[in-house]
């Protein structure tokens, strides 16, 4: 599976759009972009994933560049609740056991 | 749904001592997995499972165990605890259907530490 990277730290501010980018220069043309968070010490929850075009669901918007070099995750209007480790994993297909790679992420502070 | 539970939270264990950590998980799921985390670090897998009776090793299998008697449970056993193991363990499962996994459910996690 393709390497991430993300800076480790990020700050925003309450109500305004949060992006984290990820870089993927070594991503293959049959590997998704997944995006996780974890808040806090808990376990890490599911945000968004995509393999070419740019995805919305309810917590985030996903855009990944043309050439699929890179990605950014979207919080749109980020709240206090959305202080959490991200963490942008690349692998092959979305079938059988899925073996995820997490890295160290980015640290995401939203300032009231 | 419960989901994916995980006990006991906490756990102190001396050095050889062994234990078993509990998995349950009440979805349905077809893949369970396992997971640890060291302090500022992210998380290796350390087992996985594709269904009852089936199992496989991860990243980092060394000193561990598992079994896969039924869907729902998926124990992780240390057998002679050493102060490395000490780490977050976290369980986690997902599903397949029609030829596509989706995204993983994890659980609250497991703090051992082994002094």
């Known amino acids: 599976d393709a390497k991430t990277t993300q800076p480790p730290s990020m700050d925003c501010a309450e109500g305004r759009a949060a992006n984290l980018p990820c870089n993927h220069s070594t991503i293959s043309g049959n590997e998704y972009v997944y995006w996780y968070r974890q808040i806090h010490s808990q376990g890490p929850q599911y945000i968004i994933h995509g393999l070419k075009n740019n995805e919305t669901n309810e917590m985030a918007s996903l855009i990944i560049t043309e050439d699929r070099k890179s990605s950014t995750l979207i919080l749109p209007h980020a709240t206090l609740r959305d202080t959490a480790v991200y963490y942008c994993i690349v692998r092959a297909s979305i079938q059988g056991a899925q073996k995820l790679v997490f890295g160290q992420g980015t640290r995401l502070t939203i300032n009231p | 749904n419960a989901g994916v539970t995980q006990t006991p939270k906490f756990r102190i264990l001396k050095i050889g001592q062994s234990m078993t950590l509990q998995c349950t998980q009440d979805m349905n799921h077809n893949y369970m997995y396992w997971y640890r985390q060291d302090p500022g670090m992210g998380l290796k897998l350390i087992y996985y499972s594709v269904g009852a009776g089936i199992t496989d090793k991860g990243e980092v299998p060394n000193g561990y165990n598992v079994s896969r008697s039924t869907t729902e449970d998926f124990p992780l056993r240390l057998e002679l605890a050493a102060p490395s193991q000490t780490s977050v363990y976290f369980c986690?499962?997902?599903?397949?259907?029609?030829?596509?996994?989706?995204?993983?459910?994890f659980g609250p996690g497991t703090r051992l530490t082994v002094t």
């Open positions: 986690a499962s997902s599903y397949l259907e029609t030829g596509e996994t989706y995204e993983q459910y």
